[in-house]
T-cell receptor, first 115, second 112 residues
Framework: GAGVSQSPRYKVAKRGQDVALRCDPI?????LFWYQQALGQGPEFLTY????????KSGLPSDRFFAERPEGSVSTLKIQRTQQEDSAVYLC?????????????FGPGTRLTVT | GENVEQHPSTLSVQEGDSAVIKCTYS??????FPWYKQELGKGPQLIID?????GEKKDQRIAVTLNKTAKHFSLHITETQPEDSAVYFC???????????FGTGTRLKVLA
């Protein structure tokens, strides 16, 4: 079946612009996660949704970062007034249900470059 | 804070040889340890995982061992093939939660 998909795959933004990154989780997956992966590093947790509820946003680096999942399926990560330090790959992962939240399946990521 | 250390950062092996990647973690409450393979331009792919009530798990050429007392776990790949070349990440759950703390990755090169 289809895996996690993300769009766009690449995004170039000028400093100060707003960006929106989309994630389509695996159909039926209740849990959804966003991660940030800097070059040469492992992914770092940003936020977690269970259905439409954002249960944990402790990893969001600043109030310029905002995530939503209004219908419990597709999710959007929005970054306002982008800064150069926001340049990274943004990964989305989904998991079947709360009890199996540990097994997370990742999408291909969106590479954001802020110039 | 909690962290996961991963070694080595790069590893080159001849095709057919074995590869071992080691990780240590600091959070004694961690109870789930996945391993991911990431190829260039792709997202991490779950290849094997282990829970804290198990000491070893095997899946064909891949095995993971866990030593809870020493807080370390290892990935073993036997009979390596060129297609095993990728970056491998270990991770540990933060406490008993869904949050992963990832290691810094190991770039594995399998030389034909």
């Amino acid at each position: 079946g289809a895996g996690v998909s993300q769009s766009p795959r690449y995004k170039v933004a000028k400093r100060g612009q707003d960006v929106a990154l989309r994630c389509d989780p695996i159909s039926g997956h209740v849990s959804l996660f966003w991660y940030q992966q800097a070059l040469g590093q492992g992914p770092e947790f940003l936020t977690y949704f269970q259905n439409e509820a954002q249960l944990d946003k402790s990893g969001l680096p600043s109030d310029r970062f905002f995530a939503e999942r209004p219908e419990g399926s597709v999710s959007t990560l929005k970054i306002q007034r982008t800064q150069q330090e926001d340049s990274a790959v943004y990964l989305c992962a989904s998991s079947l249900n709360r009890d199996r939240a540990y097994e997370q399946y990742f999408g291909p990521g969106t590479r954001l470059t802020v110039t | 804070g909690e962290n996961v250390e991963q070694h080595p950062s790069t590893l080159s092996v001849q095709e057919g040889d074995s590869a071992v990647i080691k990780c240590t973690y600091s959070d004694s409450a961690s109870n789930y340890f996945p391993w991911y393979k990431q190829e260039l331009g792709k997202g991490p792919q779950l290849i094997i995982d282990i829970r804290s009530n198990v000491g070893e798990k095997k899946d064909q050429r891949i095995a993971v061992t866990l030593n809870k007392t020493a807080k370390h776990f290892s990935l073993h790949i036997t009979e390596t093939q060129p297609e095993d070349s990728a970056v491998y990440f270990c991770a540990a759950s933060k406490g008993g939660t869904y949050k992963y703390i990832f290691g810094t990755g190991t770039r594995l090169k399998v030389l034909a």
